[in-house]
């Protein structure tokens, strides 16, 4: 089992930074790829990024590429979703997940664990 909890959400103005933050407990953090998810109300949740167990690859959306990163401390047990130049469209709540298996997956269904969720708000 893995226990996930995100933090660092909050009311952001367009353009601006936030940076959050998810910290894991149980099983070796260091085995696992962990991806970061959205969903913003009435829409499905969506992939943003993922970054693989040692931290060496990662991936995103296209929606969030250039403006976003991804990073991870596995001495810490944490990973992190570095958001700048946010928009309103980012607004959603956020949620970390992971999974043994080496490929930053896309798709919700191959996360095994799931945070509870951060809500980012995005106002112009």
């Known amino acids: 089992q893995v226990q996930l909890v995100e933090s660092g959400g909050g009311l952001v103005q367009a353009g601006g930074s936030l940076r959050l933050s998810c910290a894991a407990s149980g099983r070796p953090f260091s085995s696992y790829t962990m991806g970061w998810f959205r969903q913003a109300p009435g829409k499905e949740r969506e992939f943003v990024g993922g970054?693989?167990?040692?931290?060496?690859?990662?991936r995103y959306a296209d929606s969030v590429k250039g403006r976003f990163t991804i990073s991870r401390d596995n001495a810490k047990n944490t990973v992190y979703l570095q958001m700048n130049s946010l928009k309103p469209e980012d607004t959603a709540v956020y949620y970390c997940?992971?999974?043994?298996?080496?490929?930053?997956?896309?798709?919700?269904?191959?996360?095994?664990?799931w945070g509870q969720g951060t809500q980012v708000t995005v106002f112009s």
């Open positions: 997940a992971a999974k043994p298996t080496l490929y930053i997956a896309a798709t919700a269904e191959t996360y095994d664990y």
């Open positions: 970054v693989s167990a040692n931290g060496g690859s990662t």
